[in-house]
């Protein structure tokens, strides 16, 4: 990554900042064009993020939010700034590699931070935060305890634990 940009800004081209309104975001691409306010031509496929593949922080700009453009030279420009964002996701991507019957393979274990208006993703592999706290409660709601007279036949406190749930529901997507 490092060496990538080095190349980049290995050039005899000046780097400087436009400011700018975002007029589309293309989130598979992880680009956007934007409309420059000094009134030169309109950029294309603007960089979000420095590298997509690895990880790292990725904001989404909101459609007609102000923004800064990086430019690392006369064709590659990134944004750096964000007014307004859609989505902002942290990624950490750890790469390690196993062997199996003397076989070498790559693993990517990914840890994801994302929110957006509809909550907050917190995910670990395939486990994220929403589920453990889902199974967690249905635990607790289905708890029994044996006393002096037997079991326990029903949570006295049930309601509460439902109410805590569906905060849950709403908080964590």
């Excluded at 990554?1 to 691409?29: F, N």
């Excluded at 960089?47 to 800064?68: E, F, H, T």
């Excluded at 995910?123 to 029994?144: S, V």
């Amino acid at each position: 990554m490092k060496e990538i940009i080095q190349s980049l800004a290995k050039t005899d081209d000046e780097v400087y900042a436009k400011v700018g309104t975002v007029e589309k975001v293309d989130t598979e691409e992880k680009t956007c064009d934007v409309i420059p306010l000094d009134g030169s031509a309109k950029l294309f496929d603007v960089y979000l993020q420095a590298d997509s593949d690895n990880g790292g922080i990725l904001q989404i700009p909101k459609v007609g939010s102000l923004v800064c453009v990086i430019f690392i030279n006369k064709e590659t420009a990134v944004i750096a700034n964000t007014g307004e964002i859609e989505v902002l996701t942290v990624k950490i991507q750890n790469s390690t590699f196993e062997m199996d019957e003397n076989k070498l393979t790559l693993k990517k274990d990914n840890t994801i931070f994302e929110i957006d208006q509809d909550g907050f993703l917190l995910k670990k592999e395939n486990e994220t935060m929403k589920k453990l706290m889902g199974d967690l409660l249905k635990a607790i709601k289905a708890m029994k305890f044996t006393t002096n007279n037997g079991p326990t036949i029903q949570l006295i406190n049930l309601q509460q634990f439902i109410d805590i749930e569906n905060r849950f529901n709403q908080f964590l997507k």
